[in-house]
């Protein structure tokens, strides 16, 4: 148990669904990131949200859409989706957003885009 | 080319064997991590280290700025050290980097 938890963990939708992933973290940290970690390929950062501002979008598709209402939540939300887009997404949080510290990953959640 | 090279991609050790797992790296960085998953999608932070050498248990982590250059190293390997081990290495800004990650299976 890492203090961040992420839900669901599993997640079947049709291309033209729509649909969000949920991120929370007990670790009272300032930076929540989400990544992407596709079959065979390195993780992917997408978003770093510091203090709750965007301050990293890795040109992401506008598909992926982000929200951090407060410095324990984050989301993604999720519409038209491609079949490339099945992977494992990844939620973390450190103290602050800079690669100095220490992060701490959610679970992640198995997304499969029919 | 990735900013970020592991090796190997793959290793299969008997129980009780020492491992090194190296990460070389092009970017200039704050700190790098070593990361654990294991099957099932978990990560672990295993270290971060911006300088010198790190312990933990079984664990040891080298870095050698100069060369750009860090080493994972497993004492005494255990089955249950099986998992994927991934470097990962911020710039200085709020970009991170990932090695492709090292398969480590250790048999009993």
Not at chain 1, 17 to 41: R, V
Not at chain 2, 4 to 9: H, K, L, T
Not at chain 2, 11 to 37: D, K, P, R
Request: glycine share 8%; with cysteine.
């Amino acid at each position: 148990e890492t203090g961040v938890t992420q839900t669901p963990r599993h997640l079947v939708m049709g291309m033209t669904n729509k649909k969000s992933l949920k991120c929370e973290q007990h670790l009272g940290h300032n930076a929540m990131y989400w990544y992407k970690q596709s079959a065979k390929k390195p993780l992917e950062l997408m978003f770093v949200y510091n203090f709750k501002e965007q301050t990293e979008n890795n040109s992401v598709p506008s598909r992926f859409s982000p929200e951090c209402p407060n410095s324990s939540h984050l989301f993604l939300h999720l519409h038209t989706l491609q079949p490339e887009d099945s992977a494992l997404y990844l939620c973390a949080s450190s103290q602050r957003g800079r690669g100095a510290y220490e992060q701490y990953f959610g679970p992640g959640t198995r997304l499969t885009v029919t | 080319k990735n900013e970020v090279e592991q090796s190997p991609q793959n290793l299969t050790a008997q129980e009780g064997e020492f491992i090194t797992i190296n990460c070389s790296y092009s970017v200039g960085i704050s700190a790098l991590h070593w990361l654990q998953q294991h099957p099932g999608g978990g990560i672990v932070s295993l270290f971060m280290l911006s300088s010198g050498k790190k312990k933990h248990g079984r664990l040891i982590a080298t870095i050698n700025i100069q060369e750009k250059h860090s080493s994972l190293h497993i004492t005494a390997s255990h089955p249950r050290d099986s998992a994927v081990y991934i470097c990962a290495v911020p710039n200085t800004g709020n970009q991170f980097y990932f090695g492709t990650g090292t398969s480590l299976t250790v048999i009993p």
